[in-house]
Each structure stands twice: as C-alpha cells, then as structure tokens.
C-alpha cells in the first residue's frame, strides 16, 4: 500500500521535499482495531499549518516521518471492535494512504443523504458545510437585510457561507482571485456582488458593492483585504475568523491588521473559531444542509482528482486558487 511520509518543514508552499510517497506492506489489526480501506481525502487549507514549526496550533502538529493527515471518508474492511462492522462507512482525521489502523475511537459513521452521491455528501456535509454554516449562523449571527462579505468567496467553504447568508436574508458580496471565479458567484452561487481582490481598483469596487457598509465579514483570507474590509464595517459588526489561508504558507509573523483601530471605532466583534470544536453539533448542522441540498438550495462544485500520488499538487492548488470548488482526492474505488 502507499502512504505520504513526512520528510522535511517546508519553508513556504509545500514542495518536493516536504512529503513523500512510499510503500509499505498492508497493515494487520490487533485487539479492538479496525483496518480502514480510504475512499477520499479532504484537501485542506489547514493541512499545511500541520506541518510548520509554529506551536500554537489547534491538533498537534506532525512529527518527521509521520504519516501525513487529512479528513478522510473510509470504509472498514476488517474490524476486530464490535462498534464497527465491515463495509460502515466512516469518517475521521486520517491519513494521506491507501490503508489505516484505528482503535475506534476518532471514527464517526457517516452515510450520504437519499440521492446525494458519497462524495458529495462528504465534500459538503463533513468540514466545510458546517464551518460556513457554524461560522455564519452561529456566531456571524445574520439578520435580514445586512450587508455579509466573504472572502475566498468561490471556494468550498466560502461559496457555502454566502448561499447560506443568501438563505438569512442578507445582500451578499464576495471576493474571490480572477473574473471567471466572480462570473461564478453571481451565476452559480447567487451572490449581489463579487470583487476581482486581483484587480488595481479594488477597494473601491468593494466599497461601492456596500453602499451601507458591512455588517458581518467572513473572513476567509486575512491581510491586505480584511483591511480594506475592516474599514467598511458598520458599528456593532461582526467579524467571523474563519481562515488566513493568505498568512498560512509564511513561518514567520506577518504584520496587520493595520486598520485594527477599527475594532475600537466600530465597536467591532471579533471571533475566531475550529469546526472541530463543534463536533456535537455536526448532526444538526448536517440535517438543515442535507435538506438544503436536497432541496436544491445549495449549488457546489466538487474537484474530485483519481490518485493518491496527486495529493500534493490537489493541496497545492489551494494556495495558487487553481482549485475548482472542494478538492478531494479519490484514493480508491467506492
Ligand atoms: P477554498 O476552496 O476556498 O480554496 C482556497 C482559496 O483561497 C483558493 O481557491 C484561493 O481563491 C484563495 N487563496 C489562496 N491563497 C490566497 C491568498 N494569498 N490571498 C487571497 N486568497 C487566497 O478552501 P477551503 O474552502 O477549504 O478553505 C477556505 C478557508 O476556510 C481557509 O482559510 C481555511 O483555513 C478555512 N477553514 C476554516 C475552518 C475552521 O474550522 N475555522 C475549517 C475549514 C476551512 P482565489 O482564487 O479567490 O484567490
């Protein structure tokens, strides 16, 4: 079987020489294990956070050699657990191979709702259906008629937050990396407006496509744009952190925000937050998106890349926004 091995830090994006793939025999369940055959691994933004230096992270951080992690939907092939039986479909915060061990423990069954394909169900439904669903409903709390703005607005999580802040009530703006990502998030997503964050006139467009200032910004990307967004805000904001993917390929500090004097003269609310805190909360939030998918209510775009060896350039795509909605790799046949 294959595994991506941890090999070295990377100083910036992931390289060559970060990971590697190797081969190793199938592993063999002792007492209470369950072995898992991996149908798809989730490409996160956060997976390259795990592998950095920095110290104050969420999980910890991989050791060289490790196996690398991602979210991860599987299917038990033998189980020695009486919790587990083989053929359960599963999901978890597992790895980056053909072949994994557990205890039991860390795996949560998971079943895709009547005719949502599995992948589908588990692109949208596992990590960034709740994460923009938590993010925006919980502690954005929207009110009808404000003005949300989402940055990395076309992708998995970003494209779900604004179609859910749609549903809220809210006129929804959107920021995303070249023209054809903002066609998108009109035609496919359902967005007021959407803003090229590439183009030299930025910050005016985006002030313009809020003429009443921004209620809520979901925060996606960090740096230069949330500035300009900070400056926008309305008294009693709220400002939802849900990534800096802009920030998360650097192992040194990165200065800003630098109009964080906002906070001050906005009377601004700023939360940061991790999904994987909210894990008892995941099945409610799954059956309102279930039922908004099946409804017709939630447009999404999956990029489902055939092979374990391509998962690298799939995380990669992240960074460059080459990405074409959620990117998952399909490990093997379902
Ligand atoms: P996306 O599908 O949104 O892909 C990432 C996108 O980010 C790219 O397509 C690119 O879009 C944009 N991007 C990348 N680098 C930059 C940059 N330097 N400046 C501006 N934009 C950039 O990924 P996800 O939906 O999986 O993740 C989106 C965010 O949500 C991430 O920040 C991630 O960490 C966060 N997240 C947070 C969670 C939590 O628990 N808090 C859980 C899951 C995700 P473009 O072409 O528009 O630049």
Do not use: I
């Given at each position: 079987m294959r595994y991506w091995r941890f090999d070295k830090h990377p100083e910036e994006m992931i390289d060559s020489d970060t990971l590697s793939l190797q081969e190793a025999p199938k592993p063999k369940i002792g007492r209470g294990e369950v072995l898992l055959r991996n149908l798809y691994v989730s490409m996160d933004a956060t997976n390259r956070l795990w592998l950095g230096?920095?110290?104050?992270?969420?999980i910890e951080p991989l050791s060289l050699g490790d196996t690398m992690k991602g979210f991860t939907l599987s299917v038990v092939e033998e189980s020695d657990n009486p919790a587990f039986a083989p053929g359960q479909i599963v999901t978890w915060l597992g790895e980056w191979a053909d072949y994994s061990v557990s205890n039991g423990l860390d795996l949560i069954p998971f079943s895709a709702p009547a005719d949502v394909p599995l992948a589908d169900a588990f692109g949208v439904l596992n990590i960034a259906g709740p994460t923009a669903y938590y993010g925006l409903l919980e502690i954005g709390q929207p009110r009808p008629g404000e003005t949300v703005v989402v940055t990395a607005a076309s992708g998995a999580v970003g494209s779900l937050t604004g179609q859910i802040a749609k549903l809220a009530g809210c006129r929804v703006v959107g920021t995303a990396g070249s023209d054809e990502k903002c066609r998108r998030l009109i035609e496919?997503?359902?967005?007021?407006a959407a803003i090229?964050?590439?183009?030299?006139?930025f910050a005016d467009k985006l002030a313009a496509a809020c003429p009443h200032g921004i209620d809520i910004q979901f925060e996606n990307v960090g740096g230069e744009i949330l500035d300009h967004c900070l400056t926008l805000m309305n008294n009693g904001g709220r400002v939802v952190i849900c990534g800096l993917i802009s920030m998360y390929n650097s192992e040194q500090n990165v200065p800003g925000p630098y109009m964080f004097h906002n906070t001050i003269m906005k009377r601004l609310k700023i939360e940061g937050f991790v999904i994987l805190d909210h894990m008892q909360d995941f099945p409610k939030m799954q059956h309102h998106l279930a039922q908004w998918m099946s409804e017709g209510k939630l447009n999404y775009r999956l990029e489902v890349i055939d092979g374990l060896e391509h998962a690298v350039d799939a995380l990669n795509s992240l960074y460059t926004g080459s990405n074409d909605g959620k990117v998952m790799i399909k490990v093997g046949p379902e």
């Open positions: 230096k920095r110290k104050e992270l969420y496919e997503f359902g967005f007021d090229n964050y590439k183009q030299p006139d």
